[in-house]
């Protein structure tokens, strides 16, 4: 645990430095990158949870998210310019479908007793 | 005049209810920290519901089409996502540390200059979405009520002001709860008759797939760079407003959290109809030439007044609902920050009650006053207001509680170059690439400078030891 305190401690800052940096340069330069760094902004902060729990079951249920994500706006970027379709993907693909889903995965995910983090020695030395 | 009235009255009787039972700062400020997860689920999106949904919505609808709907979109995730990321943690510190208020959270993880710089941050926010009840409170008495929209404004603040002043979230918690019930029937029957009223789905989608069908792609008439950036803004932005958060801290276990997701999004789901069913139908009752409108906030009027009386009604008590709940957290939030906050960071004695009740009647006052003065739509002030707080506070309850070499000086530095970047490009909104909104811009600058000062200042510390109270997670 402590390896993986460590690790989590280099990630988090890391993680976050890397799509606050992308969100800039993508706005500004490369608009279509939106897209991609959309799912990895929605995934990374749902990972959030893995720096205080980790099991094999939230991974898979990180992947399946990050999969229906990457899915949804590819197909809503194909349907952008199709009335019809792109309105009734939007609200069917990317709001309805997983509407049931997510809250049940949460549900299945969850710990009631999350085993805690161990500590990493603060700026000064002190607990984190 | 008469729902104003009863509104007031309404309001007088939870305000004394709420204020017998609200004898401890913890009734006053977290429900006594007793509520379950049906309780808060309901309550809490009531909270998180305002009239920009049912105002607002509909009205972005008729401008941008289903481009209007990335705003909502992220709905079925951030129930989950907020338990994920923050809720966890923050129920545990909530038990762990008698923590009330997520600025007391940052207080208690990053010192008090964290928690100073924080209060300050959620009264100018509070202010600024409490006007934005106001203002819809004002559309409402002008198109619905048929009365003079700072009456409106007034009348609907006062009642808030009156019950959450007197009772607290004691109160507050409840009437948000039959408020979020009330909304999400409402939402779906006034959802189902306007799209009834435009000839069904099939016919309305004809109708606007032959005389707009710019609004059926899956970004409308937005930009996908917009579009894709509402998504991300009201997606993550969740983790940052501080009346979602506070919900948290109502929970009387973290046990609560298991079912929290699914009644958060159930109850969002069904209240979100209105801004698909009422934006689409009013959309296509347009084209039809049976309805005309000077400006999108006017589409929610409109088409009530097209369904009948029952629906004006009906649409009235919700529209109220949804602001009052939404207004209620806002001004409960301030008062926290404005009478135990910013006294304890300043080494002064902390209010009690009585200062919060006068806190509450300070706030609402300013909202009334802000609201009534803005000429900006309820769509563009609500997403203006989202996003000031998803700048400031978002790096700090996301990178800020997972990384635990966070410091209170990065944090302060991350909050204030969040709320100023914010700011600045809101000032400069109709220059900025699509993209870029305010919020995501002023959150990512603030997790950047978030990470180097907290790694500049351990480094600069060495052995020093660290803020008292400080280094707690």
Known sequence: ?128 | MTVLAVLLALAAALAWWGARRARSASDYFAAGQRAGAWLVGIAGTAAAVSAFTFVGGPGLFLVAGAGSLWIILSAPLTGALQCWAVGERVVEMAHRHGVLTPTELIGTRFGPAARAVAALVVVAGCIASGAVQAKAAAVLGETVLGVPGAVAAAAAILATTLYTAAGGMRAGLLADAVQGGVMAAAALILAGAAIAAAGGPVAALATLGRARPELLGAFGSVPPARALAWYLLFCLGTLAQPHYLQKFFFLRSPVELRRLPAVLTGALAAMLAVWLGVGLAGAALIAQGRLAVARPDELTPAVMRLLGPWAVLLAGIAVLAALMSTAASFLNLAAAALTRDLPAALGRPVGGITAGRAATVLVGVGAVLLGTQSERTIALLGVAGWGFFTAALLPVFTVGLAWPRTTGAGAVAAMLTGAAADLALEAIRSQLPPGLEPGLAGAALATLVLILVSVLDSRLAGARTPEPGARLS
């Open chain 1, 1 to 128: 645990m402590a390896t993986d305190a460590r690790a989590g401690s280099r990630v988090v800052p890391a993680v976050a430095a890397a799509l606050a940096v992308a969100y800039l340069l993508a706005v500004t330069l490369v608009p279509i990158l939106l897209a991609p760094l959309t799912i990895a902004a929605v995934l990374a902060a749902c990972a959030i949870v893995l720096t205080r729990r980790r099991s094999r079951a939230l991974v898979l249920f990180m992947a399946a998210i990050g999969a229906w994500l990457a899915s949804a706006l590819a197909v809503a970027w194909i349907l952008q310019g199709e009335p019809r379709g792109g309105l009734l993907w939007v609200v069917g693909g990317l709001f309805v479908l997983p509407l049931p889903l997510v809250p049940w995965l949460y549900s299945r995910s969850f710990s009631p007793s999350p085993e805690p983090r161990a500590p990493s020695p603060g700026p000064g030395g002190g607990p984190a």
